[in-house]
């Protein structure tokens, strides 16, 4: 296995830290809000801390929220040493807006890589469904934190990323909850 298929959203970056922050600093001033703490949030909406938003994309579709996006701890300096070994692919999925301002974030942070799939979500327009289940892993690694990703990709070796939230709590294969420990396993 030569290639490793590598998430970005919550398992390159610190999307859900970001996006709670971005929410206190938008929504302060908003009556009836709270604090949003990241270490709280459970579900794959973010409502759970982020009440007062009615559709996700508001923040994750924002220049702003690309603007404070941090990696997740250790992932830029794992990610150089796999770059050695394996040949690397990002692959996410967003809405236009979102996909066009992570191309540029992993432009201006991973430079090296060159391989990256952006998938539009463009189910609530056209009703056709798109997921990752359209890319051909086989043969490969796929790193995750989204159950449903990680069941439907053809690839040879799934690993579960990141801390156990309601979206991939029911994950019965490998798991690394850290870029440490997918250093170890991969490296």
């Not at 579900?43 to 996700?56: A, G, N, T, V």
């Not at 967003?94 to 540029?104: H, P, R, V």
């Not at 439907?152 to 309601?166: H, L, P, Q, V, W």
Request: proline content about 1%; hydrophobic content about 35%; charged content about 30%.
């Amino acid at each position: 296995m030569s290639k490793i298929f590598i998430d970005f959203d919550c398992t390159i970056a610190d999307s859900v830290k970001t996006y709670c922050n971005v929410y206190n600093s938008f929504y302060k001033e908003r009556d009836g809000f709270k604090q949003a703490d990241h270490n709280k949030v459970n579900r794959y909406d973010l409502k759970d801390q982020c009440h007062l938003i009615d559709h996700q994309e508001t923040i994750f579709s924002n220049e702003e929220f690309f603007k404070r996006l941090e990696f997740m701890p250790y992932a830029k300096e794992v990610i150089e040493r796999l770059e050695n070994k394996y040949e690397l692919v990002i692959c996410s999925i967003g809405t236009l807006d979102n996909i066009s301002f992570k191309a540029k974030w992993i432009k201006n942070n991973l430079p090296f890589i060159d391989n990256v799939i952006l998938i539009s979500n463009v189910v609530e327009t056209t009703g056709i469904k798109t997921d990752k289940s359209s890319i051909n892993m086989k043969d490969s690694i796929f790193i995750d934190d989204h159950v449903e990703n990680l069941l439907s990709s053809n690839a040879d070796f799934k690993i579960c990323f990141g801390k156990e939230y309601d979206w991939n709590k029911n994950w019965t294969g490998q798991r690394c909850f850290n870029w440490k420990e997918v250093e170890k396993l991969l490296l």
